[in-house]
């Protein structure tokens, strides 16, 4: 029953993403984090809207507003520097695991600020399996169901074996984090010990001589 639940909450972590709602406004930069596995695929779906104070809610946002996606793999290497259009989608595939970061901005092409420059974005964030369209790998290879449905399962194996992996990254990293952690902690108490001994030492033979001086007044 543990491997089933195990899988389970593995499938369940792999293959998805997240939706987010961002409040701007004109070339104000937002940033967030993704843990990635390495060699995932991401898909980011998003639309923005307008704020029209006259109506006093957001409007689709026009033709002349642009959104700049950049994203950051962990060791500060950029993936994808970009800019796309008001609606669409954006993506890129992670090189190395860990945490990646993404930050989007609007701007507009015209010189001048757009109403009172508010925007909010809408972002849909797919990982992994979920970026496949099954339906459509059906149409073009004609597919049946249980051909589909088996490439369904080999695609999520391998999921959840880039997710062991990614697991297994971080715990390497969690150790080699805790044990450098505990030298440092060592060699602290050792200097502590060491610089306690010496000034014990120092003290004991500055009484000596203290001693030694009265006894020869």
């Not at 946002?61 to 993936?79: A, C, G, M, R, T």
């Not at 420059?117 to 849909?124: E, Q």
């Not at 970026?131 to 004609?142: G, M, R």
Request: charge should be negative.
């Amino acid at each position: 029953m543990a491997l089933p639940l195990l899988l389970g909450q593995l499938l369940a972590l792999m293959g998805h993403g997240g939706a987010f709602y961002l409040e701007v406004r004109e070339l104000e930069e937002k940033c967030f984090i993704q843990e990635i596995p390495d060699g995932t695929v991401v898909i980011g779906n998003y639309r923005t809207e307008l704020y029209d104070p006259a109506m006093e809610k957001y409007q689709p946002s026009p033709q002349w507003i642009n959104l700049f996606v950049f994203v950051k793999d962990p060791e500060n290497k950029n993936l994808l520097a970009r800019q796309y259009g008001p609606q669409g989608s954006f993506t890129f595939t992670s090189q190395s695991p860990g945490e990646h970061q993404i930050c989007l901005h609007l701007e507009s092409i015209r010189f001048a600020l757009f109403y009172d420059g508010k925007l909010a974005i809408h972002l849909d964030m797919q990982l992994g399996e979920h970026t496949n369209d099954y339906a459509e790998f059906a149409a073009k290879d004609k597919l049946t169901q249980l051909h589909l449905r088996v490439q369904q399962l080999v695609e999520q194996v391998e999921l959840i074996q880039k997710e062991q992996e990614y697991q297994r990254w971080r715990e390497e990293r969690f150790r080699q984090t805790s044990e450098s952690t505990n030298q440092r902690v060592l060699w602290w108490s050792i200097l502590q010990t060491f610089i306690l001994v010496a000034t014990g030492v120092w003290q004991m033979q500055h009484l000596k001589s203290f001693f030694k001086a009265k006894k020869l007044v």
